[in-house]
């Protein structure tokens, strides 16, 4: 059974950095592309970023882009997302998604951006 | 402003059949599949089509996904107010290298 469990999340205040973790368990990892989605309060669902599953290719949303980071650790079964110089835009609930023929979706880690 | 084009909302009477339409582009939907998420408040979102019409063991038949061009649709017949949810569709966009949401459906059963 496919699990991914979200954690890092927390207040933060604006300029500073938050790294957001995804461990996986039940699939094979280093098989599986991985992104963050994000949902501000009331809001919709927002692309954040993607890594390759062999991390060969990452991609980031217009808005995150310079400051947002994605990596893997095929060891530690994790996917990682550095979040630097965060705004109040940033404020969501922060989804990692593993890629394969079904999507699997983790719970999500709530990311709060207030002084 | 979304990539994705859905109607924000959506309503039905139990029995019905509702359909939340998904309006793309060439770089999104008229090249790639497209995913439908179910999401009810508080909690994460649900695959419920896959590459366009397929749907995950555990899904009823009462939802039917179809794409052609640069659309795509949800189907749901039957309607049950346990349907009362956001419903999202997705794709991955070539010129952005990165996936493209709508901007939800909330679907009211009356």
């Known amino acids: 059974q496919v699990q991914l469990v979200e954690s890092g999340g927390g207040v933060v205040q604006p300029g500073r950095s938050l790294r957001l973790s995804c461990a996986g368990s039940g699939f094979t990892f280093s098989k599986a592309g991985f992104h963050w989605v994000r949902q501000a309060p009331g809001k919709g669902l927002e692309w954040v970023a993607v890594i390759w599953y062999d991390g060969s290719r990452k991609h980031y949303a217009d808005s995150v882009k310079g ?5 893997r650790d095929d060891l530690k079964n994790t996917v990682y997302l550095q979040m630097n110089s965060v705004r109040g835009e940033d404020t969501a609930v922060y989804y990692c998604v593993a890629t394969g023929t079904i999507d699997s979706w983790g719970q999500g880690t709530l990311v709060t951006v207030s002084s | 402003q979304s990539a994705l084009t859905q109607p924000p909302s959506a309503s039905g009477t139990p029995g019905q059949t509702v359909t939340i339409s998904c309006s793309g582009i060439t770089s999104n939907i008229g090249s790639n599949t497209v995913n439908w998420y179910q999401q009810f408040p508080g909690a994460a979102p649900k ?9 995950p063991s555990g899904v009823p038949d009462r939802f039917f996904g179809s794409r052609s061009g640069t659309s795509a649709s949800l189907a749901i017949s039957g309607l049950q107010s346990e349907d009362e949810a956001d419903y999202y569709c997705v794709a991955w966009d070539d010129s952005l290298n990165g996936w493209v949401f709508g ?3 909330k679907l009211t059963v009356l």
């Open chain 2, 103 to 105: 901007g939800g459906t």
């Open chain 2, 47 to 55: 695959v419920l089509v896959y590459t366009d019409n397929q749907r």
């Open chain 1, 67 to 71: 400051r947002f980071t994605i990596s």
